[in-house]
């Protein structure tokens, strides 16, 4: 597969909204252009923060064909000396209560539990892990990123995000954005590719399989991150729409999508979320004051019988200056302001 070829794909049935010429070649390699149009956003048929389901209107936009890789962030850590949220030091009083020991730079890593747990108990799978960060994804003591080079680059806060689409020339989607494209023209399906989880028996994302987080059954072949692309395209030549790994956007969380009140005459154009983070905590956990952008997608953490969200319309909070193992990003160019 060739990551730097933009294809040519057809409106498929279900699509709606206009479709748009695309403006001249692609503005960087591995770009397709996602076509504007008006499609359904959101589900009321699952969690509680992606209703209510509503048309919006989102303007054409540019967007790489997968996440951001290792081997993308090594070159723009070589050319700016960049330094991730994960490698900097800590500041004692931004952790008033922290063992010592916890601070040093570090990141969260998932550790696979021996047996079932509370699934209420984030503590029991997620290691605050000394060192982590996107060089040494399970921290020093794991193997580093080389051999990895086509993974998805993880341990990337929302900062370190930012930091690369400047560098590169583009942006993080808006939430609006990431959603139409990962939909690829299928308006309302369940999943990036339709409404069968697994058409034909074909895996298709990089999800957990078997009972989380304990048991990994591995049948699609990946138990931690996949190279871009192991996985089918959708109709806009997207790959890791679904699993893989989380994505940054730009837009701050709130409970719920503000809709449109059903009338046509109020869709939204080209929507971006609150306007500031006063509103963007996490309801699920009331003592953190971090404000949160939304991540989509899923990742291959995601599981039927914990968080079923490798379907576009799920989304989740994530703390800005927070990365884990499983949470990545992808850039869009938008050829006009909007």
Known sequence: MDMDVVGEHAPREGQTGHNEVAPGPAPAPGMAWIPG??????????????????????????MDVAPVTNEDFARFV?????????ERPLNPDDFPGALPELLVPGS????????????????????????????WPEGPAGRDWRGRERHPVVHVCFEDAEAYAAWAGKSLPTEAEWERAA????????????????????PMANIWQGEFPWQNLNT?????????????ANAYGLFDMAGNVWEWTTDWFQER?????????????????????????????????????????????CASNYCLRYRPA?????????????????????????
């Open 37 to 62: 149009g008006t499609y359904w956003m959101g589900s009321d048929h699952h969690y509680p923060e992606e209703k209510p389901a509503h048309q919006v209107t989102v303007s054409g936009f540019w």
């Open 183 to 202: 939909r690829g023209g299928l308006d309302r399906k369940v999943y990036v590719w339709g409404d069968e989880f697994s058409p034909d028996g074909r």
């Open 78 to 86: 070589e050319a700016t000396g960049y330094v991730t949220v994960a």
């Open 257 to 301: 999508h503000q809709g449109n009140g059903g009338k046509p005459c109020c869709i939204p154009v080209n929507p971006r979320g609150p306007a500031t983070h006063e509103r963007s905590l996490d309801p699920c956990t009331p003592g953190v004051l971090i404000p949160r952008r939304v991540l989509k997608g899923g990742s291959h953490l």
């Open 220 to 232: 699609d072949g990946f138990e931690g991150t996949s190279p871009v692309g192991s996985f089918p």
């Open 314 to 338: 799920a989304r989740s909070p994530q703390a800005v200056d927070s990365g884990t193992t499983h949470i990545g990003f992808r850039c869009v160019h938008r050829p006009l302001s909007g």
């Open 108 to 135: 969260l890593v998932f550790r696979k539990t021996a047996h079932r747990v509370d699934l209420r108990d984030l503590s029991q799978w997620w290691v605050y892990t000394p060192g982590a960060c996107w060089r």
